[in-house]
């Protein structure tokens, strides 16, 4: 089945604690991205990736790191969470870095920071 | 900077009803535009989409959209909505020559029986 998997779907997590969340994905797609959901907020974009070894910031980078070594996978670094980093996180791939493609959403890790 | 406003944040409406909800974005140049759909605990998926050609689309579960480029709208709609219809709701535009699309901030549809 194709999909786009992340793991863990629920983190709760002390301030400064270093944490990875994964997202793989099996369609074989070349772009991929990440997004954090805040109530009011709508999706903002944190980082996308248009290949490997091809990473950008997207609207809201600050406090993230990513790393695309592999085409299927795509993990997003917290080195030192805070608070303001307590949301809902969403993994994203699409077939290509092209306007007219859709993405397809993995299922969201909520992510809380005390 | 572009733009994508969902004009509102929740929309009720009782179960059989038709609903409007309503979408615009900032610029009319080349643009693709998305709806999406997350129903609750789960991730976002493609409801429909214009690329080009008619600019009514038809997507899943009896929903349509349309495209109006004067109006720099894509509002979507369905005439009879159900129970489980209820979710968020969001609009995503792609204009030519970005990598990022655009998100509005959704719009929570809650159906009542």
């Known amino acids: 089945e194709a999909q786009v998997t992340q793991n863990p779907r629920y983190l709760i997590t002390v301030t400064g604690k270093k944490l990875t969340v994964t997202c793989s994905q099996n369609?074989?797609?070349?772009?991929m991205s990440w997004y954090r959901q805040d109530p009011g907020l709508g999706l903002r974009q944190i980082y996308y990736?248009?290949?490997?070894?091809?990473?950008d910031k997207g609207d809201v980078p600050e406090g993230y790191k990513v790393s695309r070594k592999e085409k299927r996978n795509f993990p997003l670094i917290l080195e030192s969470p805070s608070p303001n980093q307590t949301s809902l996180y969403f993994c994203?791939?699409?077939?290509?870095?092209?306007?007219?493609?859709?993405?397809?959403f993995g299922p969201g890790t909520r992510l809380t920071v005390t | 900077a572009q733009s994508v406003t969902q004009l509102d944040s929740q929309v009720p409406v009782f179960e059989e009803a038709p609903v409007e909800l309503r979408c615009n974005y900032s610029?009319?140049?080349?643009?693709?535009l998305f709806w999406y759909v997350q129903y609750p605990n789960q991730g976002l998926q493609l409801l429909l989409k214009?690329?080009?050609?008619?600019?009514l689309v038809k997507g899943i579960n009896g929903f349509e959209a349309e495209f109006n480029k004067s109006q720099t709208s894509f509002h979507l709609r369905k005439p009879s909505v159900h129970i489980s219809d209820t979710a968020e709701y969001f609009c995503a535009v792609s204009w030519e020559g970005s990598y990022i699309p655009t998100f509005g901030r959704g719009t929570s549809l809650i159906v009542h029986p």
């Open positions: 994203a791939s699409s077939p290509a870095a092209g306007f007219s493609y859709e993405q397809y």
């Open positions: 214009y690329l080009s050609g008619s600019t």
């Open positions: 369609m074989n797609h070349e772009y």
């Open positions: 610029s009319s140049v080349s643009v693709y």
């Open positions: 990736s248009m290949n490997v070894e091809v990473t």
